[in-house]
């Protein structure tokens, strides 16, 4: 189950893996300040599942992250983020995602599906491009790439905050 950027990514065993909320993270990446610089942040994933089929095609990927765990070392950025200006944490606590296709480009598979955040559902790619053992379950890499905030709802803070993101996942995975 190893891979590099010139070797297909090998299939795990058909099964149900369960996410490792404590070994897993979800980081964000943005501009900020009218595009003078990168703000780095953290999620925290709060649970998941992952279902492989025999067939890689037919697997399915869920994921749950605490919109509220959103930390990026700045206290004040951390809550203006969470606030009603931008997240809105207290009306939407989640933010879900739901695969509805993965498609195997030997040395990555493109997981497609819903997010759901801000009370809105946009559909998004997640490359995966390196998947390793780890004990008897897994470990994965994925990025999301120029997510747009507006299409989430996420309008405000413009000149402030910038409007395309970027996430990358390292995610552990056990069977259930």
Known sequence: MTADSTTPLQVPAPGTYRVDPQRSTLSYSGRHRFNTGTVHATFTISSGEIRVADSLTDSVVTVTVHAASFESNSARRDKDVKS???????????????????????????????????????????????????????????????????????????????????LELDVVASPA
């Open 84 to 166: 009603a200006k931008l997240l809105d944490v207290a009306t939407y606590p989640t933010i879900a995602f739901v695969s509805d296709r993965i498609r195997d480009e030997g040395d990555r598979w493109i997981v497609s599906g819903k997010v759901t955040a801000h009370g809105s559902t946009v559909q998004v790619d997640v490359a995966v491009d390196r998947l390793t053992p780890d004990g008897d379950g897994f470990r994965l890499h994925g990025r999301a790439e120029h997510l747009d905030r507006y299409a989430f709802g996420v309008t405000k803070g413009k000149g402030m905050v910038g409007r395309h993101l970027d």
